[in-house]
């Protein structure tokens, strides 16, 4: 088990900005996939964003608002959100594995998940 735990969810304006944070206890997980899904209810979780090394790669929801990074020596990984929608309300997860890039939009190739956390955006 790869513990997860997020932060930095909370509520904000249209065209506001927030800043998820993920950290991974127990074990250094440098060469695992990180990332970061969403989900509202009665819909299926949405891939949001994924990192290993470089770069990050997107779900065409965010492309051009959202970026990932990450902080290898604190095991973190983190979500920047701009220009926010009230679209982009959701329940957000992190979420860490060893799966191919090319598989990455689905929730299968994800095998940690945090509890989530609550992105709110009013209009």
């Known amino acids: 088990q790869v513990p997860l735990v997020e932060s930095g969810g909370g509520m904000v304006q249209a065209g506001g900005s927030l800043r998820l944070s993920c950290t991974a206890s127990?074990?250094?997980?440098?060469?695992?996939?990180m990332g970061w899904f969403r989900q509202v209810p009665g819909k299926e979780r949405e891939f949001v964003a994924g990192m290993r090394w470089s770069g990050g790669t997107y779900g065409d929801s965010v492309k051009g608002r959202f970026a990932i990074s990450r902080d290898y020596g604190k095991n973190s990984v983190y979500l920047q959100m701009n220009s926010l929608k009230p679209e982009d309300t959701a329940v957000y997860y992190c979420?860490?594995?060893?799966?191919?890039?090319?598989?990455?939009?689905?929730?299968?190739?994800?095998?940690?998940w945090g509890q989530g956390t609550q992105v709110t955006v009013s209009s």
């Open positions: 979420t860490a594995g060893t799966g191919d890039e090319s598989r990455w939009t689905g929730r299968w190739e994800w095998p940690y």
């Open positions: 127990g074990r250094a997980i440098s060469t695992a996939a």
